[in-house]
């Protein structure tokens, strides 16, 4: 896999390569200190993956990221950043960035994230995974509960526990597509988009 490191620090870069060396099957093939270098050597050198710190006004910002994914939807990014901006964290998440870490990380975790960056696996930090989580919760708390079902809370559980539709239709006796759209009504009234934000939701409400 070959790996571009765009960061304006140069120790930053150092460090990374250092960590990289000893890893089979990657390669680090370019380096860029700013953004227009990032884009002349992406052109450059094709890179499988690119670890960037979006966070370092006038060097690199988020839009990179969003160029990048525009330019060429095939490459893979690892997000190594010093922000603490959460509100900024999440606009780059929201960019579809699925591998992020902190630059407190050590080593070994440097390398998880590659590896699962590499096999299009998500991998994020405590940090990030935090906050993720917080946000969850308080989208959850908008949320009004008593617009439920008796149906659809008996629903809640089995979806939380990975059941398909068509499996949960069996256990209850019902129709596929009632199935379908009791679990389409349940995201839509808890105001989540996921499997994950559900459950989130509902161990923390008791749905669960």
Known sequence: MKILIADHQYLSREGLKQA?????????????????????QVRKHKPDIVIIDYHQPEYFSPEDIASLKRSDPSIRILVISSDQNREQIFRVLDMGVKNFLTKECRQEEIIKALQATAAHEKFFCHRVIDLILERQVNKSDLSDNGQLSERETEIIPLIARGLSNRVIAEQLNLSYHTITTHRRNIFRKLGVKNVSELIVHGMRTGLI
């Open 20 to 40: 990289l060396q000893a890893e089979k099957g990657f390669s680090v093939v370019a380096e860029a200190v700013d953004h227009k270098e990032l884009f002349r």
